[in-house]
């Protein structure tokens, strides 16, 4: 999966109809194999992300969460504090 996606359910708050569409943007551009289409292509591709963003939205909204939501926040700092303890980053 492309890392710059990331889970969107079952978090508090939301996920905003910018975080899927950056989501879908990101999905498209994986499987387009581009991260910027041609004149020829443009329209497809922006099709597709909106289809996708559509998608992901009815996705969200219909899915049911048997645990309590996670906080948005404490989890980045999770990843963050795993990823300079692998030593990806400096501290």
């Known amino acids: 999966m492309c890392r710059s996606i990331h889970t969107l359910h079952n978090f508090e708050p939301a996920a905003t109809s910018e975080e899927v569409h950056a989501a879908a943007l990101q999905y498209v551009r994986k499987i387009a194999g581009t991260t910027k289409p041609s004149m020829a292509n443009r329209e497809a591709f922006d099709r ?3 289809e996708i963003a559509h998608a992901t939205q009815h996705l969200l909204a219909e899915l049911v969460a ?3 939501p996670k ?3 404490e989890e980045a ?3 963050r504090a795993k990823a300079i303890a692998s030593g990806r980053y400096a501290a």
Do not use: M
């Open 48 to 50: 597709a992300v909106a």
């Open 66 to 68: 048997t645990t309590p």
């Open 71 to 73: 906080n948005r926040e």
């Open 77 to 79: 700092e999770k990843k």
